[in-house]
């Protein structure tokens, strides 16, 4: 006779008896079968593997060129609605690189999962169970749901990987719909071994409560009617959850048709940013011990690309590590321009970012030094031209400490030392599109006030900034300053560019 789904902990006592079990020393009894599993040692590649309900998925992978089997992070990467597992990659996959990370997209298509809850609410022998009702007989063995396919995945990227069979846990980080199934997963599996998760722009929530006769907490926006209990619950709670939330993610149910519009739905707020706090609000109300904390990005709106920086930063950060918070235009006045890219080199020596392919956006970059005795939190500050501010917002916990350089490219996966300073890419806008001829470069506020300004050229026809350069930026080189940050702006010779170094390889700061 097949078990049914039992509540995790329950499961978890069953399977291991009564003493506690470390997510090291556990083993799921269900890896996948993996074919192509030789691309998990490639930079980039796919694999497919066969569900618990037979169907074969693919997953799309990219492994950082630094990756340590034994130790480097492992972060599944949930898509959304849309089922764009490649998209959600590569908005992860810079970040995933600067981390010595190996990043996991599996896909959920369309094809096999029709509607969107087959994906995010995979509890259910006929569809998601729901109702304040609790019947066994409409629930899943707990192995076979959608969520549980991360730990069948994750067991045999173990067996796969030579040096990776000791690995205790791993990342989750969730957008969209794929924040749906990160929270649930943990709702539902709270002794999954998911070390940190981070769950984006979730367009609803079942809410950590049950309350017989209420609508709005039975399944699925609510526990009434199913098998988690209060154990469960902060079992779940215990382990460490981020729910981040775009401040500009504010679409509506009648101005998105991806938002679910029903009276439950609507009754956790009228968009998806107030619906996260909603959701946040409910942990709080509990009243309850937790490692679930709320995270919010200024200016993003619904796009995985715009959230992935600070999704990182929250991923890969060292435990115990706090977000700062952003400094004041008076506190980031020491921050200079130090190096700037605005027409890479032709073919090969134009590859700025190194990632193998030289092109004309993602290969630009600026450099900043923070040339202060204080360190700068930039989270949230913009840096952009004459046409927007904010092509790149820095994503959260971007702090320059004294004396410290910081990169951003235009696009691409940086690949490289870059002297071991911070890299980024512009990651709101797609690039920095600074134009050769003539352009403002800016640096912002989260409120948009200009703190250091940098113009060339025929400024874009906007007005210039008081550093300016009258000839154009065509040089087929950067620009740096001689000697380095302190001095005036020259064309950058030998390699033309040196991005996170001096232009003479060397350390920018000593």
């Known amino acids: 006779m097949t078990r049914r789904f039992l509540p995790p902990i329950l499961l978890l006592a069953a399977a291991h008896g009564c003493g506690a079990t470390t997510d090291c020393e556990r083993r799921d009894p269900y890896p996948a079968i993996l074919t192509g599993a030789e691309t998990l040692t490639q930079r980039t590649g796919s694999l497919s593997f066969v569900a618990r309900d ?23 990467v949930l898509h959304g609605a849309r089922r764009d597992a490649q998209a959600y990659l590569a908005a992860i996959a810079p970040y995933a690189e600067r981390a010595g990370a190996l990043a996991i997209a599996p896909e959920f298509p369309e094809r096999l999962y029709p509607n969107s809850e087959d994906y995010t609410l995979g509890l259910g022998v006929n569809g998601p169970p729901s109702g304040g009702t609790y019947d066994a007989g409409e629930w899943r063995p707990e192995s076979d749901t959608t969520f549980m396919e991360l730990e069948h995945l994750f067991e045999a990227i173990k067996g796969a990987l030579p040096g990776a069979g000791s690995r205790c846990d791993y990342l989750v980080f969730g957008h969209s719909a794929g924040a749906q199934f990160t929270h649930r997963l943990l709702l539902f599996h709270p002794t999954a071994r998911v070390r940190r998760a981070v769950a984006a722009n979730a367009g609803w929530y079942t809410l950590p409560v049950s309350s017989a006769g209420d609508p709005n907490t039975e399944m699925p926006y609510g526990l009434t009617g199913s098998p988690v209990g209060s154990k469960d619950v902060t079992q779940a709670l215990s382990r460490e959850l981020i729910v981040l939330l775009g401040q500009a993610d504010t679409a509506t149910a009648d101005e998105d048709p991806d938002l679910r519009g029903t009276d439950e739905a609507q009754a956790q707020g009228t968009n998806r940013l107030e619906r996260g706090r909603h959701f946040m609000a409910t942990v709080e109300g509990l009243g309850e011990p937790h490692r679930w904390t709320q995270s919010e990005v200024p200016g993003a709106a619904h796009n995985v690309t715009q959230m992935a920086g600070s999704a990182a930063w929250w991923l890969f950060r060292p435990d115990g590590a ?32 190194g990632d193998g392919a030289r092109d004309n956006l993602q290969d630009e970059l600026v450099e900043l030094v923070n040339t202060g005795d204080s360190a700068v939190c930039l989270a949230g500050w913009g840096l952009g031209d004459a046409e927007d501010s904010f092509r790149h917002r820095f994503p959260v916990g971007t702090s320059l400490g004294p004396g410290e350089a910081l990169v951003v490219f235009g696009g691409g996966v940086p690949t490289g030392p870059f002297g071991g300073v911070t890299v980024q890419i512009a990651d709101f806008d797609g690039s920095l599109n600074l134009q ?8 912002s506020t989260p409120d948009g006030e200009t703190v ?59």
């Open 436 to 443: 050769n001829a003539g352009d403002v470069l800016r640096l």
């Open 322 to 353: 706090t977000p700062c918070q952003p400094s004041t235009a008076a506190e980031g006045a020491g921050i200079v321009f130090n190096e700037v890219l605005a027409d890479p080199p032709n073919d090969a020596p134009g590859d700025a970012n």
């Open 452 to 510: 250091l300004a940098l113009s060339w050229g025929d400024c874009a026809e906007s007005a210039c900034a008081s550093d300016h350069l009258s000839d154009d930026l065509e040089r087929d080189a950067a620009i740096t300053r001689s000697p380095e940050i302190t001095g005036a702006w020259v064309t950058h010779g030998g390699a033309g560019y040196s991005p996170g170094t001096a232009a003479d390889g060397g350390a920018l700061v000593e």
């Open 54 to 76: 037979n169907n074969t998925l693919t997953a799309t992978t990219y492994r950082a060129t630094g990756f340590d089997e034994a130790t480097g992070p492992i972060v599944f």
